[in-house]
């Protein structure tokens, strides 16, 4: 190894060493459960969540996959930008209330939501399945363009 990659590795290993004893010590002192996990006890505010959810998608998706998609496809692609605009519009409106009505209930994800409003456990299995099956197939079709337009 040479002195600049043992360098480089050394660096490494102390920025993840740093970070995991970070992590480790930031989680004395609080539960560890579900709600924890997942929605952070719902102590980070609805602004906070929201600023976080645009600036994922907008900086990953937008800017990196609507770049790619329309190379290949044109502009009429760029119509992903305005939906996505609409779609945070949407949320900024829906999403306090939702929030809200989950906390009330101690309710963690929409399948949650959908079992509990509709007192339905099969309303809540059903809208579960069909949340990760549309995210696997957007993903299947992510990677059946991606292979399709490498050829």
């Excluded at 329309?70 to 519009?89: K, R």
């Excluded at 809200?100 to 339905?120: G, N, P, Q, V």
């Amino acid at each position: 190894m040479t002195g600049s990659a043992a360098v480089a590795t050394t660096v490494f290993g102390l920025a993840m060493v740093a970070t995991i004893l970070i992590g480790v010590l930031s989680a004395r002192g609080r539960s560890k459960g579900l709600a924890e996990w997942s929605v952070s006890s719902r102590g980070l505010g609805v602004m906070f969540i929201w600023l976080l959810m645009a600036g994922e998608t907008y900086t990953s998706f937008s800017f990196l996959g609507t770049a790619g998609w329309s190379y290949s496809f044109g502009a009429p692609i760029l119509y992903l930008v305005a939906y996505l605009t609409v779609g945070f519009a949407v949320a900024y409106i829906v999403g306090p209330a939702l929030w809200t009505y989950a906390s009330r209930h101690s309710l963690i994800s929409i399948a949650d939501i959908a079992e509990f409003r509709f007192r339905s456990r099969p309303l809540g299995i059903l809208v579960a399945v069909v949340g990760c099956s549309s995210c696997r197939t957007s993903r299947c079709r992510s990677r059946a363009w991606a292979s399709s337009s490498t050829r």
